[in-house]
């Protein structure tokens, strides 16, 4: 079981908004600000899409979003394209220890 | 370009000891901490370890704490994972991955650059 808790699941149509929940406590998401976000594709290395909870990478298009409130971080698709369905895995800093979610796997319908 | 590739995966029976080797390329190694994370098909992405620009501090995951060493020779550009007393639970891809600006933490860190990952089978 992972440490941070996220839906195996999440859909949406072209063009359309989706959203990622990402859940964890007050000793790793609550706690810091320092909660990323990593897509895959698959047979692919992770990609940095997301950091420290809302700043995102040169070259990562600002459709991508993140936000955090109490102890559930969230990552928001906007103007879903076919090439945002991926795997989606959130992380976060908890003390010396890093830990990741189970996966979003993100279907573009 | 930034460059990471992975090596030294492999099948081997339990109880044994393999070491994974991420050598890098396109960028100054020595200015960079450097972490392992594995990713087992059935349950995600595990943080392994990381390891600070020169070296001089370590941390590990608990799961593997004792069993496993980071280590890094920064004038070959090469960072190491020396796994021992390997379990069938170690099975899974291994990658290095790059943490692209300086946090006062290790664990702080997200990771701009990712190898293709080491693919470690532990069966008997």
């Known amino acids: 079981q992972s440490a941070l808790t996220q839906p195996p699941s999440a859909s949406g149509s072209p063009g359309q908004s989706v959203t990622i929940s990402c859940t964890g406590t007050?000793?790793?998401?609550?706690?810091?600000?320092?909660v990323s976000w990593y897509q895959q594709h698959p047979g692919r290395a992770p990609k940095l899409m997301i950091y420290?909870?809302?700043k995102r990478p040169s070259g990562v298009p600002d459709r991508f979003s993140g936000s955090k409130s109490g102890n559930t971080a969230s990552l928001t698709v906007s103007g879903l394209q076919a090439d945002d369905e991926a795997d989606y895995y959130c992380s976060s800093y908890a003390g010396n220890n890093k830990v990741f979610g189970g996966g979003t796997k993100l279907t573009v319908l | 370009q930034v460059q990471l590739v992975e090596s030294g995966g492999g099948v081997v029976q339990p109880g044994t000891s393999l070491r994974l080797s991420c050598t890098a390329s396109?960028?100054?190694?020595?200015?960079?901490?450097m972490h392992w994370v594995r990713q087992d098909p059935g349950t995600g992405l595990e943080w392994v370890a990381a390891i600070s620009y020169d070296g001089s501090e370590k941390y590990h995951a608990d799961s593997v704490k004792g069993r496993f060493t980071i280590s890094r020779d920064n004038p070959r550009s090469t960072l190491y994972l020396q796994m021992n007393s390997l379990r069938v639970e170690d099975t899974a891809v291994y990658y290095c991955a790059r943490v692209g600006r300086y946090y006062d933490i290790l664990t702080k860190g997200s990771f701009d650059y990712w190898g293709q990952g080491t693919l470690l089978t532990v069966s008997s």
């Open positions: 420290e909870v809302s």
């Open positions: 007050s000793s790793d998401v609550g706690g810091y600000n320092y």
């Open positions: 396109g960028f100054t190694f020595s200015g960079f901490p």
